[in-house]
């Protein structure tokens, strides 16, 4: 998985299991991520994978 810093974040991503989900990530949506998570916990004591949101995905 490739962490993009330079990429623009869209605010979008998708969490799942522990496989990789997708070839990268904008460094700001994986920030979000950790936000979302630590503010409102989902996964409590389990290992996830967060990639991009695709733009067609609701």
């Known amino acids: ?3 993009d810093r330079t990429a623009p974040g869209t605010g ?3 969490v799942g299991g522990p496989q990789v989900l997708g070839p ?3 460094q700001a ?3 979000v991520a ?3 998570e630590l503010t ?3 996964h409590h ?3 996830i994978a967060v990639a991009e949101q695709p733009c067609d995905a609701r």
Do not use: C, F, N, S
């Open 1 to 3: 998985m490739d962490l």
């Open 12 to 14: 979008r991503y998708r």
């Open 24 to 26: 990268r990530i904008a």
């Open 29 to 31: 949506d994986l920030a």
């Open 34 to 36: 950790v936000v979302d």
């Open 40 to 42: 409102a916990p989902a």
């Open 45 to 47: 004591r389990q290992q």
